[in-house]
């Protein structure tokens, strides 16, 4: 059974940086391209950033362009997203995702198959 988890979450304050990680396992890590998106209470998940399937490219919302990086490590499974200067309008749950087919940028929640339970940032101000 394909699991996905999600860690690094936390309390920071604005101009803090937190790193999540994301780990799947019973998956072909390399051949899924992977996405972060994020939903605040309240409002629709959206798409935060997406990596293809050996990392080459990457892609970002205009929000966090310039603060976050999405990198991945095919050898460990795992995902990462480094956000920097964080601010309170990042608050949300984040979630990580895996998607075998789609367009590009993948930033549709529709075109992902396997979804993380989440883990909670929230930037203080």
């Known amino acids: 059974q394909v699991q996905v988890v999600e860690s690094g979450g936390g309390l920071v304050q604005a101009g803090g940086s937190l790193r999540l990680t994301c780990t799947a396992s019973?998956?072909?890590?390399?051949?899924?391209?992977m996405g972060w998106f994020r939903q605040a209470p309240g409002k629709e998940r959206e798409g935060v950033s997406c990596?293809?399937?050996?990392?080459?490219?990457?892609y970002y919302s205009d929000s966090v362009k310039g603060r976050f990086t999405i990198s991945r490590d095919n050898v460990k499974n795992t995902l990462y997203l480094q956000m920097n200067s964080l601010k309170p309008e990042d608050t949300a749950m984040y979630y990580c995702a895996a998607s075998l087919s789609g367009s590009w940028p993948r930033m549709s929640h529709n075109e992902y198959s396997y979804w993380g339970q989440g883990t909670q940032v929230t930037v203080s101000s």
């Open positions: 019973e998956l072909t890590f390399a051949a899924y391209t």
């Open positions: 990596i293809t399937r050996i990392g080459g490219t990457t």
